[in-house]
């Protein structure tokens, strides 16, 4: 039987003061709240589960040459969320304005990977930064929190890779490992 990593396909974003401060207020929020590593931020283009490591080198092929072709360009992180609902939040997001380049890239990625077996999302692309996961009842102030930085600015940052990480989940929290990034054109 080969062996196996569970893997994403990732645009990292580097923690700027505007997203460790709002990572700080999250950690004071009590036990139903974990915030995601500063370390670990990143908007995940595809998620791909457990695969096999003899299919590593074909992905990387691919990602190489989706993004070949894509210049360098800048996102803005703008505004905070929750996925179902501020209400019952199970994930608290921030958006990205202006983010057609990540959507063009996952659609890319999507119709490549396609081609190995892996099956596209049934849902339609939505670029985020998830910022915590709720794992029960909320505490009272999380929903106001949310609603005060609906359209806060976190920061600018440059799309220069897009990354394929192997994700290992731990007590202490997922572990990523860089398997590699494919480079957009630099050039403009």
């Known amino acids: 039987m080969a062996e196996t990593v569970r893997t994403f396909v990732a645009v990292r974003i580097p923690a700027t003061d505007a997203l460790r401060e709002i990572l700080s207020e999250l950690s004071t929020m009590g036990n139903a709240v974990k915030p995601v590593s500063s370390e670990n931020l990143h908007t ?6 457990p695969t096999e490591c003899t299919e590593i080198p074909g992905i990387i092929d691919r990602l190489n040459s ?17 996925f179902p609902h501020a209400g019952r939040p199970s994930v608290v997001w921030i958006g990205f304005s202006d983010p057609q380049l990540l959507v063009l890239i996952a659609k890319r990625i ?15 692309y939505h670029p ?3 910022v ?11 929903k106001p ?6 359209n806060t600015e976190f920061g600018r940052f440059e799309i220069k890779s897009v990354d394929f990480v192997r994700s290992e989940l731990q007590s202490s929290g997922a572990k990523y490992t860089l398997l590699h990034s494919a480079l957009l054109n630099p050039s403009q």
């Open 132 to 142: 915590a996961r709720v794992k029960r009842r909320p505490p009272p102030e999380l």
């Open 110 to 124: 999507e119709s490549s990977l396609k081609g190995l077996g892996f099956v596209p999302e049934s849902r339609s």
């Open 145 to 150: 929190l949310i609603e005060s930085h609906e």
């Open 66 to 82: 989706v993004v070949r072709d894509l210049n360098v360009d800048s996102i803005v992180a703008r505004g905070m969320g929750a």
């Open 128 to 130: 985020h930064l998830t």
């Open 44 to 49: 995940t283009l595809k998620f791909l589960g």
